[in-house]
């Protein structure tokens, strides 16, 4: 008995950087953001409150900048995930119908991932940003169609929703095209064959075949892709600044930061209940994933 | 269905692109009758995969021709041949049902052949009655044995009335046991379709045991085409001769002269109408009958009992493997201690080839 007792302690002890460390910088976090949530009125510099309850929800769900930034972030979503999720399927399968210059082919589409963000931003600067001098490259060439100019950066909100998922698509494109292009690569040229045999015309194939093979890759892109999505920030802020309220760009993690940091922040309860509102949509969706994926997808 | 092979031959380009091309079949013809049961056999290498592919559609030949029956189907993609094909590897869809599965070619029929849904199941049944798989439909084949997974395959493949059914190596995946069972399986399966089967194989027993004909391939050229026991009794070669049976034909260093083989300086055999020279003596391992006025002496290592026969393992200076191993039925052992052994030998189990080219010398059996 001493020897299992001696095991267990063991076994404890190489758990226990983990443990701690997961502890420090995850778990204590996690419970201080629910207690900042709910309680009501905190001052951090007194360290103060004033109650505890559900005010600080009630609050966040009422502003208008963050139901913006609940929208903006939803559309974002719902139009960058599928579309950049089918797009690099698209290029995938296109890669690896080739054998002449696929290497180069890859190469270049795998570029924007290993390319600096401010060094796209700037990019896209040059492609969309009107200025005194000039409306910019894609105004020009909206120009040849007799359309335009439109100020992508500064004018309506579709145009600037339309710029923030062509940067984000844009941006994520790479790591999808390697991880499905190495999926087709996976998948045993048996089957095709077996399928050329029993002449399958290539839609089929692609369906019945290609697409359940490659299914656990792209329900891992499509939650990765969720996930990611829903934490967007970074993004906006690289084509439209910081002050992302002003420009009704904000998303939900930059509402949050705003709520710490921002010109008008300070709220840290504020902040904390809109992080969770954030935690409980993102696992929602993620549950539905799972429970969709139990029918859509083989392992 | 007939199948015709004319002058077939397939080169692949050199990996090395200065080096010559390299010739996986070469000039092949046979005339496959139909509703035969064909075994393609040769050790790896030797171009039967090929041929299998090329008869199948999936490699284009470098030139000759293909013929089912009277239809010339060299240059058809394999979806318009109407061939099936089972892969070595089964190749099963792993995300759909055996159902589902055999299934598979009939959703692909299209135009005039498309079939109502009760019909495809009622063909798609009817295919796993044959090959015994009835009661495993709604599996996955994750699920099934290496056995049952090889029958789903054989049911896709027969389930669209293929003209000809191909075979890559059926049985290499499964157990010894299995393996015995399955191969009768096969043969059972054929002669209930009628279908011409060609199967490859590089186990010669799996090919004499079920074919209806054998074709010994080596280095992309058929060395000998016929009924299994003919080509173990009449070899064309000593590739042949040292490819079928097991265990495997012993072969000497001999010499002819005077219508006599000399192995050693014994002379063990009249072989009337040979020519004097130096050959290869091929002995199979029946051929021997152990007697104390033996011809041939051979220095005894040991004796190994199977049963009903016993195996005499010898060796001799001209022997040119390892040992010698003959079988001898269980009553003419070899006395304790004897270090020695002596035989006489069935003529018919002596084969002779041009110790050069490998080529057969007949002789003369009285």
Redesign the interface.
Known sequence: MTGKKNNNLKGWLYLLPAILFLGCFLVYPLIDVLIYSVEEGYNSASQTYTGIGLYNYSYVLRDPYFLQAVKNTFLLVIITVPLSTGIALLISLGLNAIKPLRKLYQTIYFLPYVTNTLAVGLVFMILFKRTAYTDGLVNLMLRWFGAGPVDFIDGPYWAKMFVLCFYTIWVVMPFKVLILTSALASV?P??Y?????????SF?VFY??TL??ISPMIFYLVITGFIGAFKAYSDAVALFGTDLNAAGMNTIVGYVYDMLYGSSGGYPSFASAAALILFAIVLTITVINLMISKRHV?Y | MKVVLENLTKRFPNRNKKGDDVIAVNNFNFEIPDGQLIGLLGPSGCGKSTTLNLI?G?ETPSSGRILFGEDDVTRL????RG???V?Q?Y?L????TVLENIL??L??LRGADKLSKEDMLKRATEAARLVQIDGLLERKPSELSGGQQQRVAIA??LV?MPRVLLLDEPLSNLDARLRLQTREEIRRIQQETGITTIFVTHDQEEAMSISDMIVVMEAGIVQQIGKPQDVYDDPANLFVAKFLGTPPINVFEGRLSGGRLMIGQEAVLSVPGAPDGIVWAGIRPEGFIPAADGEFTCDLNRVEVMGRDISVVCHHEKCAGAQIRAIISAESRPGDGAKTVRFRLKPRKVLLFDHESGARIPFEVK
Do not use: C
């Open positions: 045993n048996e089957y064959a077996a399928a050329r045999m029993d002449s399958t015309r089929r019945k075949i359940p093979m083989h | 199948s999936l993609p394999p979806e318009n061939v099936g094909l892969f590897n190749a869809y792993p995300h759909l598979f070619p959703q692909n896709r493949a669209k």
